[in-house]
């Protein structure tokens, strides 16, 4: 399926040409590829980086505020529940009012919500706050892939996305390693002001260089009903899966929340059929490599977000590093995704998305089970081999993923795409830190009672054990003041091999998870639709 799209410089709304050979050239820097490539990376950097780049400072958010381990959970799964469910959303706005105009929205909004967590005294506050960089994160990372398809003829854009994609996939591993700087040195406070002014040089940038794109036949209505059963679905189902560890995956309001999202997305299916502009067509789902590239996204993030958020406590309360420390522990996954994701961009372009995809989740699927034979005293060498081995896996991912998604839907519902390709990485990223979550407080319930028995010390009453249960969550000796220092040895002990075993037990299933990815990889194609983007400029 082709379109022709109308660019609106200032408001002249001519049309360009629907052959990339057709273009006019750009009239200076404005909708050049290049410099939009460049300005929707510093603006995408700022929203992925934040995805992690919270996990380096989380425990000393936690001292700092006497957060509770849920409560830390929480500004990790505000953000990303705020994105999942707004993100199609987002996108749609995009195709009817244009990527450009979201793009800057998301920048200003994102940024200024970054500076108001900076500011926050409590851990209320942190949370909220959270929940709106999300919001406006999800105008601008649709916006950046609506752009990028726009601008970019199909005989670049896989190269395109390959970049954007090192930019995202950089921007996430490098979090800890920034965070771990920031902490350390800084304040916690500053993880997030930094945001600041890198949202300041994306505005000027999007303001001097952005070039709008419409599609002729972009919508023109809003589907006001749709939103909100799409949205009221994957809010109740994230909301269950985050609130199942502490409810309990029998309990009652566990199973009402999954039962009512479950009513929810039929209801949207069927009223989505009905509607004249529907907000996502359902047409675009027979698309067997687009829908492939939805589930490859979110099994993908289950496992690398899910992983990713209990190495920074193992590193930093297991192994007892500092901040930076653990960040430059975590330099080989980052390496490795910068190295890789324009290099898979080029195998991609040579040889399709499938062999690189199948390949990339093998290798995840290997470093996550290398990741669970981890123990208390392992070396940074065979940390280093694991975290590598992950980047080299996730870097393909993350670009193949992205351009089967985008490249085989129409231009006009590009921001839809993109919406759908962001809210299944981050719908992935919520479930593998709430499910793998459970999997670590279920093994940890299971085992420090033994453990503590078997190390013979002191029996424990069940609120000690369940505050005690809470503190080995996340890597933390329950130690108290004044404790001997054999016994706390033995206490040390026996938190960290406990530890160990929830963690294990949770990269084992992340491993398992990206064993089926490899499955779904094998029913990618190439885009068929790329080659209807309406770049302008000179390449």
């Known amino acids: 399926m082709t379109s022709q799209t109308t660019i609106d410089t200032a408001g002249s709304g001519d049309k360009a040409l629907a052959s990339p050979s057709d273009r006019p050239p750009a009239s200076g820097l404005r909708g050049h590829p290049w410099f939009t490539l460049i300005t929707v990376a510093v603006g995408v950097m700022m929203v992925a980086l934040d995805g992690t780049i919270v996990a380096i400072a989380n425990p ?86 609506g752009l990028l398809r726009a601008t970019f003829p199909a005989e670049k854009l896989n190269m395109a996305i390959g970049i954007w994609g090192m930019v995202i996939g950089a921007s996430t591993a490098g979090g800890p390693i920034l965070g771990g700087v920031l902490v350390q ?8 002001f930094i945001n600041v002014p890198v949202g300041a040089i994306a505005l000027v940038l999007g303001l001097v260089m952005l070039l709008d794109h419409r599609a002729d036949n972009a919508p023109r209505s809003f589907d006001l009903l749709g939103i909100a059963l799409l949205s009221g679905a994957m809010f109740c189902l994230v909301w269950a899966l985050i609130k199942a560890p502490s409810w309990g995956w029998g309990d009652g309001k566990t199973w009402t929340f999954i039962a009512v999202s479950a009513l929810g997305f039929g209801l949207f299916s069927f009223w989505e059929t009905r509607v004249r502009e529907p907000l996502v067509p359902l047409g675009l789902f027979r698309s067997v490599p687009l829908s492939a590239g939805v ?12 992983g990713l958020f209990f190495v920074t406590f193992y590193l930093q309360n297991v192994h007892g590093m500092d901040p930076v420390d653990a960040g430059l522990h975590l330099l080989p996954l980052t390496g490795m995704m910068i190295v890789g994701s324009p290099l898979a961009g080029a195998a991609i372009t040579r040889l399709g998305p499938r062999i690189p995809l199948a390949g990339g989740m093998a290798a995840t699927a290997i470093a996550m089970y290398g990741m669970s034979t981890l123990k208390a005293d392992t070396g940074s060498a065979l940390m280093s081999l694991w975290f590598a081995l992950l980047g080299l896996g996730l870097a393909p991912v993350m670009v193949g993923a992205t351009e089967v998604i985008v490249g085989n839907a129409p231009m006009e519902l590009s921001g839809v795409a993109g919406g759908l390709q962001q809210a299944a990485m981050q719908i992935g990223g919520s479930l593998g830190t709430a499910v793998l979550g ?3 407080a279920s093994k940890v319930d299971s085992d420090l009672p033994g453990n503590w028995a078997d190390a013979g010390l002191p029996k424990l009453t069940s609120a000690q054990l369940a505050q005690a249960s809470e503190a080995v969550q996340v890597g933390v000796a329950p130690v108290a003041k004044g404790t001997p220092e054999a016994i706390a040895a033995k206490i040390t002990g026996v938190a960290h091999d406990t530890f160990i075993s929830g963690m294990s037990l949770a990269s084992l299933v992340a491993a398992g998870v ?7 990889a094998l029913l990618t194609k190439r885009g068929e639709n790329a080659d209807s983007g309406a770049g302008v400029g000179h390449i």
Not at 63 to 83: P, S
Not at 109 to 130: E, K, P
């Open 438 to 440: 459970a999997v670590m």
């Open 295 to 306: 589930v490859l996204m979110v099994l993908m993030a289950i496992a690398f977000m899910g």
């Open 60 to 145: 000393a958010i936690q001292k700092d505020l006497g957060a509770t381990f849920a409560q830390v959970q929480w500004i990790t799964n505000g953000y990303f529940l705020a994105l999942a469910v707004s993100l199609i959303t987002a996108g749609k706005l995009g195709d009817r009012f244009g990527h450009r105009q979201t793009f800057l929205i998301g920048v200003v909004g994102f940024a200024a919500a970054s500076g108001a967590i900076g500011l926050s005294d409590s851990i209320g506050l942190v949370v909220t706050f959270r929940v709106f960089q999300g919001l406006f994160g999800a105008l601008l990372m649709p916006a950046a892939l």
């Open 185 to 192: 040195h800084v304040s916690w406070q500053s993880v997030f």
């Open 514 to 520: 990206a064993a089926v990815a490899i499955l779904v």
